[in-house]
């Protein structure tokens, strides 16, 4: 696989306040919410968002506006003695859809994913999320698989690989 990393030229413009960081315990309420508003099938619940916080093998991160309101999500996952990290979910409010806000989270998972020695990061995206597609396109990830019936609806997802090192 070719080496491509994203360059911030390439992706549109964040709203101009927003800040990503990882998240707290005290944002626990706040991604509950953004999940529930954000997928109609295979949601993390409250138990898995609370583990996920406490543990050393996932990042939560969230990007929030100037007045710290959550604008979007991303769950991280990296495995011991693996080289790659996986990126489990990216959600962005709806109003905060186009802004930058996917792709901050975007390049934030892709920073924490290096921090952490990673070779290269994968995920999978449903075939019929168009933008979701277009943003991991231009951020460089390349398709590398489909698996059939993926989602709880029966939905297809595209499997996608960028190569960090």
Do not use: W
């Not at 994203?6 to 800040?19: C, F, Q, V």
């Not at 707290?24 to 295979?42: C, K, N, P, W, Y």
């Not at 020695?117 to 231009?138: P, T």
């Amino acid at each position: 696989m070719r080496r491509v990393l994203p360059d911030s030229a390439d992706l549109p413009p964040a709203i101009s306040s927003t800040r990503v960081r990882r998240a707290a315990g005290s944002d626990l309420d706040d991604l509950v919410a953004l999940e529930q508003r954000s997928f109609s099938t295979d949601r993390l619940s409250r138990a898995q968002y609370r583990r996920h916080l406490d543990s050393d093998s996932a990042v939560v991160l969230i990007a929030t506006d100037s007045h710290r309101q959550l604008l979007g999500s991303a769950v991280l996952f990296f495995r011991k003695r693996s080289s790659v990290a996986r990126l489990y979910s990216l959600a962005t409010r709806q109003e905060a859809r186009g802004h930058g806000v996917g792709a901050a989270l975007l390049v934030a998972t892709i920073d924490a994913s290096r921090q952490r020695g990673c070779q290269a990061m994968r995920l999978e995206v449903r075939s019929d999320n168009s933008a979701a597609i277009g943003l991991y396109e231009r951020a460089g990830f390349q398709r590398i698989g489909r698996y059939e019936s993926y989602y709880e609806d029966g939905a297809d997802a595209l499997r996608y690989e960028l190569t960090l090192a």
